[in-house]
């Protein structure tokens, strides 16, 4: 991996477009330490959600993204379906700038709830979320203190529910 080097914090964020699925792709699984996560983020979500999906950049390199939609079921929920950032890049706050991107396009949509999952053995992840403002949704299940849903997605994928509810004072 090339070395980066991030300048006074000087990065942008722009909509995710669908010409950058295959740089995303080529290294999701190099950001997540050779775990297999290419499967869980088609092309399909840079074509149909760039309005709510983002890229931080630096450079014109890759250092972020967060991919995120709209519910089309509840009419005040938004979904985040996966978040990256650089390893060489974590902690300079591109995580906390892609969800804040996020959490604007959700209020000037007029919705206020944001859900996502995680892992449980996500430990980052689980403490990045609480960081934000996310609470753990309750279920019958604690792993390490956090409440955690067996089989959430199939037989052995347990994870982490969040959910946070923002406020925007112009909307009430």
């Known amino acids: 991996m090339n070395q980066l080097t991030l300048t006074n914090n000087q990065f942008k964020i722009r909509h995710a477009e669908a010409e950058d699925y295959n740089l995303v792709n080529s290294i999701i699984n190099d950001w997540w330490g050779g775990r297999a996560m290419r499967d869980m983020l088609p092309k399909l979500f840079f074509v149909h959600f760039q309005e709510t999906s983002f890229v931080a950049e630096s450079d014109n390199q890759l250092i972020g993204f967060l991919i995120g939609f709209f519910s089309q079921t509840y009419s005040d929920q ?18 906390k700038a892609l969800y804040e991107c ?10 206020n709830l944001v859900y996502c999952v995680t892992s449980p053995v996500n430990k980052l992840s689980i403490e990045f979320h609480h960081k934000m403002g996310f609470y753990s949704i309750p279920s019958q299940n604690k792993i390490d203190g956090v409440f955690v849903h067996c089989n959430y997605d199939g037989f052995g994928e347990d994870r982490v529910l969040f959910c946070k509810q923002l406020v925007n004072y112009d909307y009430l």
């Open 102 to 111: 996020f959490f604007n396009t959700v209020l000037n949509n007029k919705r």
């Open 78 to 95: 938004a979904y985040i379906h996966f978040v990256g950032v650089h390893p060489e890049f974590r902690r300079h706050r591109i995580g």
